[in-house]
């Protein structure tokens, strides 16, 4: 059974001590299958996440002709272990110009971005389209450096944006610069097939120890077993981010915790069979919550990997956070949070936003319009957004087929009582089991309930899977 089209989250009551598994990185899971394919020999990836853009990477590998098999995970349902045999730098499949080889990748960034520049070395056409969305994502700068190493690439509405046809002629040693104004993915693009196509690439309009994702992407190509092995990927720091968030958002600031505390004491103390001390902190320690993601990513590859550290401390966000310098992606599931901040008077302000507006969906807008709907003050100047303590209620939260404008407020849920998720299947695109793990029972999952949000009758775990 799917997911009904509007599910209602039931706030939880009652403490939760949980250890939850999130699945691989999207980010390196992609990243590895265009490695895998350039190695000269056969990579075992393990870990590897199983979602629509994953799925997309992999059926567009497999179109070209390359080898890739997929066989369960035992540690984890939405992943898998691949294999995939790498042919050293050929593409095995090509089209013509009569007839292009026709690839289709959805909403998937990574994949547009990937594999235009992968596309290159090959030797045929290949046409790369996607859905409407991500025919308005951006592309242009990728799509000039491309041509400045001399391939043909030919953008249908002349936008330099999907659909567009790439004509590929095979290593072309020369030089390029790109720009990294609007996504990173543009430079990770070009390092991913730097080496196979004897290109030299430079970065422009950033310096590149400020790009985390390009990072990421030259120490994977540096650990990565390039004549053949095993891989293994990380469990997703962002993903993660929505579980450290539901702990910092079902806990207790430590004065409370310790009037409570003593309160309990002093009631145990009156009565004559009062319990000793020690077993009463064993007793009251239950009465917290205790959320904690299992395997959590310490390579430092990911940068939404210190989100851990984020919420760790006093219950009050900073002030001030950057999307450039603070977190990356995981910075909304912070924003969907402030309203709620810890009873500190002072406002958050958001800053270096821009990249969320032209992700899949224009992030800003759609953060400060559905935090209004439930009663948050949220101001956006430029590329900011400002968000002061507010009384929040339920509200129908449009997701704008947004994977994480779902998550976010499907975790404000748990707090909030009547918030409801439109659309809530569009977690398929990196977590399609994420809403089983809210409901799932402890310690494996938070033990929320779930509602169909026109019935009101409680879904079952498997009603709860995106599909």
Same mark, same amino acid.
């Given at each position: ?16 001590? !949980? ?12 990243? !590895? ?7 000269? #020999?056969?990579?075992?990836?393990? /870990? !590897? ?42 593409? $095995? ?15 998937? #960034?990574?994949?547009?971005? +990937? ?27 990728? +799509? ?20 567009? %046809? ?76 929505? +579980? ?31 319990? @000793?001390?020690? @077993? ?31 919420? @760790? #401390?006093? &219950? ?6 950057? %999307?450039?310098?603070? &977190? ?10 402030? $309203?709620?901040?810890? /009873? ?108 169909? #949000? ?10 709860? +899977?995106?599909?």
């Amino acid at each position: 059974m799917s997911l009904p089209n509007l599910i209602e989250i039931v706030p939880l009551d009652k403490p939760v001590r !949980a250890e939850i598994t999130v699945p691989g990185s999207k980010s390196i899971t992609n990243r !590895a299958l265009i490695l895998a394919a350039w190695a000269e #020999g056969t990579v075992t990836l393990r /870990g !590897a996440l199983w979602s629509e853009d994953t799925q997309i990477m992999v059926e567009c590998l497999q179109q070209l002709g390359f080898d890739v098999r997929v066989a369960d995970d035992p540690a984890e349902f939405c992943n898998r272990t691949i294999t995939v045999h790498g042919l050293g730098g050929n593409i $095995p499949k090509a089209g013509t110009e009569a007839q292009p080889l026709e690839l289709f990748v959805g909403n998937a #960034g990574t994949a547009a971005r +990937f594999l235009s520049a992968f596309l290159c070395l090959g030797r045929g056409v290949y046409r790369l389209h996607g859905v409407p969305r991500m025919h308005e994502r951006p592309q242009a700068a990728l +799509f000039q450096a491309l041509r400045e190493l001399g391939y043909r690439v030919e953008s249908e509405a002349s936008n330099d944006k999907l659909p567009v %046809r790439i004509y590929g002629e095979g290593p072309k040693p020369g030089a390029c610069g790109v720009s990294v104004e609007e996504s990173s993915q543009f430079a990770s693009a070009l390092l991913l097939c730097m080496c196979k196509g004897g290109w030299e690439v430079g970065i422009m309009d950033s310096n590149p120890e400020e790009l985390p994702y390009v990072e990421m992407t030259s120490k994977m190509i540096n650990a990565f077993p390039q004549n053949g092995g095993n891989f293994q990927i990380e469990p997703d720091a962002s993903s993660g981010s929505y +579980f450290w968030a539901a702990g910092w958002l079902l806990a207790e600031r430590i004065e409370d915790r310790m009037e409570k505390f003593r309160k309990t004491r002093q009631t145990m103390a009156d009565n004559p069979d009062h319990t @000793s001390t020690a @077993s009463l902190h064993k007793l009251f320690q239950n009465e917290f919550s205790h959320i904690r993601v299992k395997n959590w990513p310490d390579s430092h590859w990911q940068p939404d990997d210190d989100f851990k550290i984020f919420v @760790s #401390g006093p &219950l009050e966000i900073p002030t001030s956070v950057s %999307r450039l310098h603070d &977190l990356a992606d995981s910075i909304m599931t912070v924003i969907t949070l402030a $309203p709620l901040n810890g /009873g500190a008077v002072e406002c958050v302000k958001f800053t270096d936003l821009g990249r969320l507006r032209v992700q899949e969906c224009e992030r800003v807008v759609a953060l400060r319009t559905e935090l209004t709907k439930c009663g948050a003050k949220v101001v956006e100047e430029g590329d900011t957004l400002t968000v002061w303590p507010s009384t929040l209620h339920g509200a129908e939260i449009e997701t704008y087929n947004d994977h994480r404008m779902a998550m976010c407020f499907a975790v404000l849920g748990l707090k909030v009582p009547g918030i409801k998720i439109k659309n809530p299947a569009c977690v398929k695109k990196t977590f399609p089991n994420f809403f089983q793990k809210l409901a799932g029972p402890q310690p494996h999952g938070l033990g929320a309930t779930i509602l169909d #949000g026109n019935t009101g009758r409680k879904l079952e775990l498997t009603e709860l +899977f995106a599909d």
